[in-house]
């Protein structure tokens, strides 16, 4: 079994800051291509930033680059998202997505979701 557990997420006003974090824990070998996610009421859930295993390439939606920085220590299994400039339309759920080798022997990545993070912006 693999856990993330999300945590950081809150209330905020227009052009504050908050710094998301996901934990993965569980049978795990190696945590691969982690990754935010976040889903706004009416909304299809959209990429927020995605970080590779070494952390060298990082993707961000357009929406929020310039304005967020995703990380990883790969010591903690752990992955953050330190959102800055934050918008009212920055209001969402937040997920985090780990793709996940089980073990060494292991043929293939499995994805995994968080439970999600409340994430409101007050204008």
């Known amino acids: 079994q693999v856990q993330l557990v999300e945590s950081g997420g809150g209330l905020v006003q227009a052009g504050g800051s908050l710094r998301l974090s996901c934990a993965v824990s569980g049978s795990i070998f190696r945590v691969n291509t982690m990754a935010w996610y976040r889903q706004a009421p009416g909304k299809q859930r959209e990429l927020v930033a995605s970080?590779?295993?070494?952390?060298?390439?990082?993707n961000y939606a357009d929406s929020v680059k310039g304005r967020s920085t995703i990380s990883r220590d790969n010591n903690k299994n752990t992955v953050y998202l330190q959102m800055n400039s934050l918008k009212p339309e920055d209001t969402a759920v937040y997920y985090c997505n780990a793709m996940v080798k089980p073990s060494v022997s292991s043929r293939y990545d499995y994805t995994y979701w968080g439970q999600g993070t409340q994430v409101t912006v007050s204008s």
């Open positions: 970080i590779t295993s070494s952390g060298l390439n990082t």
